[in-house]
């Protein structure tokens, strides 16, 4: 007994005759019959009996319709969704705070201008907490900053990203181009958490200079660090992306390290044994094709 023998079922109660089952199913009277005959010998019962030229359901009929037709409608569904999964489906997208903050919505609202009816969910965290649910398979495909080390994991790099050191207007080091890298070793330090990208791309940069960073502030929000270093509370190392408008409004003020050049890049990265769909595919391609944004 499969789908099929139920199908049939369906349309013979419907109907209430084999051959315009058949005709609505495509299948011939002898077919048509075939299957309702294997129906009730795999159920030891008689779904349909003779009445004249016609036939009639029994009680079984009646109880089993219930259920078939309830079947029915949820197995068509589910063909429906899968045979349109690349339009109908769900994305798990993750992101590290940096990216999830200045690039992906950008390239969602892109995305759902072409894949109207695809769900698209996201998560916003750190590098090393992203990284572990592609490794638990709670995400289909990321985008973080920094290194990422697991050997199953696969990176892609799509976008090139400059960290800025930053402080406030009235501070010694504002818009200066020739800080020395021991001058940082007596400035208040306001950086991102540890788990960061951002914070352990700054730290590996300036521990290969011989300074270590021991932050006085740390916070998962890059607007809280640029409005206390706006403060005068210190100085912070941030993607210029996220702190661009503070710069322009004059509210922080940048400078430069000498022999430091604060690059790093942005990778999308999945699990190696992931199934990547079309419609994810297309996600990842559309990222990579607007990586100036």
Sequence with gaps: MNIKHIRV?????????VTAAGKKLGLTQPATSLAIRELEEYYNTKFFERDGRSIRPTDAATELYKEAARLISLYDEMDDKMKNWNEKGVIKIGSSISIGSCILPKLVIKYKRIHKDLTIKVVVDNSDVIQDMIIQNKLDFAFVEGDVNHEGIIKEVFMDDELVPICGRFHKFADRDDVKVSELNTESFLMREKESGTRQQA?????AKGVKIDPIWESTSTAALSNAVAAGLGV?????????DSIKTNKIKTFHIKGIKLTRKYSIVYHKNKFLSESMKDFIDLAKKESNI
């Design 9 to 17: 079922f369906v349309a013979v109660y419907d109907e209430g005759s």
């Design 203 to 207: 730290e590996s940069h300036l521990a």
């Design 236 to 244: 912070s190392i941030l993607p210029l992306r996220m702190v661009e």
